[in-house]
């Protein structure tokens, strides 16, 4: 059972540098998430895609872009990396967008600009 | 403004020792609470579901317990283990205009165990 597969795991970017971070779900789940984390801070909400063909801004969306390539995967662009976006990024997976579905997450990239 | 405090941020037992681990929430309206425990350097996974009807749920040596007129919870963890030592984060489902993803993440209780 892979669940919710992230890579890569590990990343270094030099400031300024582009990178794609990839997530697939082997759930059928409709829904899906990009999130953050930070030391002493919640997860925060990158972008969503409530279903396929959609996507949406989260909370804190500046600096990322998102595609939703097909029911399976959903991946985050960092087209000019700053050190503000070094963090851990996890995907989620979720059967659909309703109130209290659970979520299912990636094992995480831990992402250093530099 | 939505939102979910945890305490204590951080924790150290004893193995073999019980602890417990607090959450109290502003969300509404509800639609339910979820423990996720976090190993280093790996995603969230679910421990157990809280709803607005459930006092008490067990899963195996974890006891979640919910008061949803104090809007307060918890997570008893008996009999702790070494595989215990992780961070566990309250998520409350629900709240109007909240995240555009219904849920409000805890900063988590970075709970050692020691041998």
């Known amino acids: 059972n892979a669940g919710v597969t992230q890579t890569p795991k590990f990343q270094v970017l030099k400031t300024g540098q582009s990178m794609t971070l990839q997530c697939a779900q082997d759930?059928?789940?409709?829904?899906m998430y990009w999130y953050r984390q930070d030391p002493g801070m919640g997860l925060r909400l990158i972008y969503y895609?409530?279903?396929?063909?959609?996507?949406d801004k989260g909370e804190v969306p500046n600096g990322y872009n998102v595609s939703r390539l097909n029911k399976r995967e959903f991946s985050l662009r960092l087209e000019s990396a700053a050190p503000s976006q070094t963090s851990v990024y996890f995907c989620?997976?979720?059967?659909?967008?309703?109130?209290?579905?659970?979520?299912?997450f990636g094992q995480g990239t831990r992402l250093t600009v530099v | 403004k939505n939102q979910v405090e945890q305490s204590p941020q951080s924790l150290i037992i004893l193995e073999g020792k019980n602890c417990t681990l607090q959450?109290?929430?502003?969300?509404?309206?509800?639609?339910?609470l979820r423990w996720y425990k976090q190993d280093t350097g790996r995603g969230p996974v679910s421990l157990t579901i809280?709803?607005?009807?459930?006092n008490t749920k067990s899963n195996g040596r974890y006891t979640a317990t919910l008061d949803a007129d104090t809007k307060q919870s918890s997570l008893h963890i008996t009999a702790s283990q070494l595989s215990d030592s992780a961070s566990y984060i309250c998520?409350?489902?629900?709240?109007?205009?909240?995240?555009?993803?219904?849920?409000?993440f805890g900063k988590g209780t970075h709970l050692i165990i020691q041998p």
């Open positions: 989620a997976s979720r059967p659909d967008a309703r109130l209290g579905t659970e979520a299912f």
């Open positions: 759930m059928n789940h409709n829904s």
């Open positions: 895609s409530a279903s396929e063909g959609t996507t």
């Open positions: 959450c109290n929430y502003t969300v509404s309206p509800f639609s339910n």
């Open positions: 809280m709803t607005f009807s459930e």
């Open positions: 998520v409350v489902s629900g709240g109007s205009g909240g995240g555009a993803d219904g849920l409000t």
